[in-house]
């Protein structure tokens, strides 16, 4: 039996795509949570340093819209974390005791971000500003090693370590070897740099939209600017820590890495296939180029790289051509957005200007979409790829499941609370955007002025 039909027989779709659905919406909120602190202080930093009402500006409306997708977040994270326990019993039954230590640490991580935020947000006008700033920072600290938290569960599954199995039953737990296992080390800079590539290229994106329709004021530039800025030093940094984890997916992960790369058989001088779908042992429709994926291994056209038919069919990974083209098309994504990164790069060390043509604008208009796009395939790659293991090497995903009945029923309900999430997510800032752009209109707005008086008080001081 092949590893597709495995998976479509031992009865877990439901489950799978329940938990495949929270984990690809609460992936995005994921990744403003990581990131959109440091974007935010880094533009507020600018304003106090540089008394830039526009920037500070700038600050205090994002930090509003950082509140919104953190509230979202917290709900979907929430659905994630439930679902473990209802949907994959199995795993938490018999590896509970490892496999829950990251989730631990994150909440803690958790519970800091929210104090900081509810700070940070009712600091506005209520703070001395460089006081107020730095009460924001622990926001940048709590993110990252929150993520680092998670990622680290998802990384053990990958890699599992640091604990003695006796009689099926995990004892001898080493904290620090489950939470530092050997796939964290790549796992974890891959997810904070994918993070700020989204949130970078997301936000930036929807100021090119602004520069696009004439907006030309220093509100927009900066809203550009600042988030391309941090998504463009992250997109090279990205590039390096892909290669190097994918070198170390082939030592740890063989049979993953083999269907990101179609090795069918083990051999050297393997073939690097840029697209393509394999069907009965050839390869249709891609591009390939001899021995370079022996050469991106191990540096030489003589390396060994493990093929899928290395293990019997049954533990092979189902749906090669699925893994290899998200691997293929997050990659292509990669090296596009590093490319208009270091074409605005270009233009700032020469000009100190920012691309305004249309060539520029519009890619980097959806630079934002594209990089979500990214994530969702590169956790499309590490999952399904993992299969049919839950735990690598040690529990299948069919032993894993819950054999409780209703699944289907609470996939619909999903379905139905994303749908009114995005609703909100989506509804809430645009409404907000609509009375700032009114706001600036009359000249009305009080954040103008964030760390002065309202404009109520300000005309009751000006003299008769």
Not at 290 to 303: A, H, N, Y
Not at 425 to 445: F, L, Y
Request: proline fraction near 6%.
């Amino acid at each position: 039996m092949s590893g597709a039909a495995q998976v479509l027989a031992d009865g877990a779709i439901p489950e799978r795509t329940q938990y495949a659905a929270a984990l690809a919406f609460h992936i995005v909120f994921a990744c403003f949570g990581i990131a959109f602190p440091a974007v935010v202080l880094t533009v507020h930093r600018i304003g106090l340093r540089r008394r830039d009402p526009a920037a500070v500006l700038l600050a205090r409306r994002w930090s509003k819209m950082m509140a919104v997708i953190f509230a979202v977040g917290a709900v979907s994270g929430m659905v994630l974390s439930f679902g473990l326990g209802l949907l994959w019993p199995g795993l938490m039954r018999r590896y509970g005791a490892a496999f829950g230590i990251p989730f631990s640490v994150e909440g803690i991580w958790f519970f800091t971000e929210a104090v900081f935020l509810a700070i940070y947000i009712y600091g506005w006008r209520r703070l001395p500003p460089r006081l107020h700033w730095w009460l924001g920072t622990p926001l940048v600290v709590a993110a990252v090693f929150g993520a680092w938290s998670v990622v680290a569960a998802n990384s053990w599954m990958n890699t599992p370590g640091g604990f003695t199995l006796s009689d099926g039953r995990v004892t001898d737990v080493d904290p620090w070897a489950v939470f530092f296992n050997r796939a964290s080390l790549y796992e974890v800079p891959h997810m904070i740099l994918a993070a700020y590539m989204v949130v970078g290229f997301t936000v930036a994106g929807i100021y090119a939209v602004g520069l696009l329709r004439g907006r030309r004021d220093r509100y927009h530039r900066l809203g550009f600017g600042v988030p391309f800025a941090i998504g463009a030093i992250a997109a090279p940094l990205q590039v390096l820590t892909g290669d190097w984890a994918a070198r170390k997916i082939s030592e740890q992960q063989p049979l993953k890495f083999a269907a990101m790369e179609l090795v069918d058989h083990t051999h050297s001088h393997v073939t690097e296939w840029i697209g393509g779908i394999y069907l009965d042992g050839h390869v249709y429709f891609g591009i390939g180029i001899p021995s370079l994926d022996s050469i991106l291994v191990g540096f030489r056209p003589d390396t060994v790289v493990i093929g899928w038919d290395s293990v019997r069919p049954r533990l092979r990974p189902p749906w090669p051509n699925l893994i290899h083209l998200s691997f293929d098309l997050m990659v292509g994504i990669g090296f596009a957005l590093l490319v208009l990164g270091a074409w605005q790069g270009w233009i700032w060390y020469f000009r100190r200007s920012i691309l305004r043509t249309r060539w520029f604008l519009v890619p980097t208009a959806l630079s934002g979409a594209a990089a979500i796009l990214a994530v969702e395939l590169g956790w499309i790659v590490t999952e399904v790829g993992r299969q049919p293991w839950v735990v690598y090497g040690y529990l299948l995903t069919e032993d894993a499941d819950t054999t409780a009945g209703g699944v289907l029923a609470t996939l619909i309900a999903i379905f139905v609370i994303y749908a009114v999430l995005t609703a909100v997510v989506i509804g809430v800032p645009w409404t907000m955007s609509r009375r700032w752009r009114r706001a600036d209109a009359r000249q009305e707005d009080e954040e103008q002025t964030p760390y002065g008086p309202p404009p109520a008080e300000r005309a009751e001081r000006v003299p008769a």
